[in-house]
């Protein structure tokens, strides 16, 4: 997981979340990829879904393989090599101003192992990834610790 690195003046402009009495979790099916980082759970599949058909109103950018972590407690050594480091990984804003690699460890670590310095991300912010959660306390949840990382 990456996390970059905070801008001061991003998080005083960083604007409170309001919760969504009509929000809906992100349906899941049986063979969507899901991210997990505690109680917060994004369906990754359907947020593919969703780049592919709005990529022209989200940010492709170059990401530096070295500001990485260079280990990642469950990557699994023998998938490196069949993954495509070509398909962009995903940067989430998970607190204001920061941003985690949320898919995509594979990638990094094949682009690591070959010398390769930079990869493509598409990275989304938080407007942009809330509609994946997939269940809706969470939601709730992750508006209250978004909110009190304001300043």
Same mark, same amino acid.
């Given at each position: 997981? !990456?996390?970059s690195?905070?801008?001061?003046g991003?998080i +005083?402009?960083?604007? +409170?979340?309001k919760? *969504?009495?009509n929000f809906?979790p992100?349906?899941? @099916?049986? *063979? *969507?990829? /899901?991210? @997990?980082? =505690?109680i917060?759970?994004? &369906? !990754?599949? #359907?947020m593919?879904?969703?780049i592919?058909?709005?990529?022209? *109103?989200l940010?492709?950018? @170059?990401?530096?393989?070295?500001?990485?972590p260079?280990?990642?407690s469950?990557?699994?050594?023998?998938?490196?090599?069949?993954?495509?480091?070509? @398909?962009?990984? !995903?940067? $989430?804003?998970?607190?204001?101003g &920061?941003? &985690?690699l949320?898919? =995509?460890?594979?990638?990094?670590? +094949?682009?690591? #192992?070959? =010398?390769?310095?930079r990869?493509? $991300?598409?990275?989304l &912010?938080?407007?942009?990834? /809330?509609?994946?959660?997939?269940? +809706?306390?969470?939601? #709730?949840?992750?508006? #209250?610790?978004?909110? =009190?990382? /304001?300043?």
């Open positions: 997981m !990456i996390m690195k905070i801008d001061p991003r +005083k402009t960083a604007k +409170k979340l919760i *969504d009495r809906t992100c349906p899941i @099916q049986d *063979d *969507d990829e /899901l991210y @997990q980082n =505690g917060f759970v994004f &369906n !990754i599949t #359907k593919y879904e969703y592919e058909s709005h990529s022209t *109103d940010d492709l950018i @170059q990401i530096e393989v070295e500001d990485f260079k280990s990642f469950s990557i699994d050594e023998s998938h490196i090599d069949s993954v495509d480091i070509a @398909q962009p990984v !995903i940067l $989430a804003e998970i607190s204001p &920061n941003y &985690n949320i898919d =995509g460890n594979h990638r990094k670590e +094949k682009a690591r #192992k070959i =010398g390769i310095s990869i493509y $991300a598409y990275k &912010n938080v407007e942009h990834h /809330l509609k994946f959660m997939t269940e +809706k306390e969470s939601y #709730k949840s992750y508006i #209250k610790y978004w909110n =009190g990382k /304001l300043r």
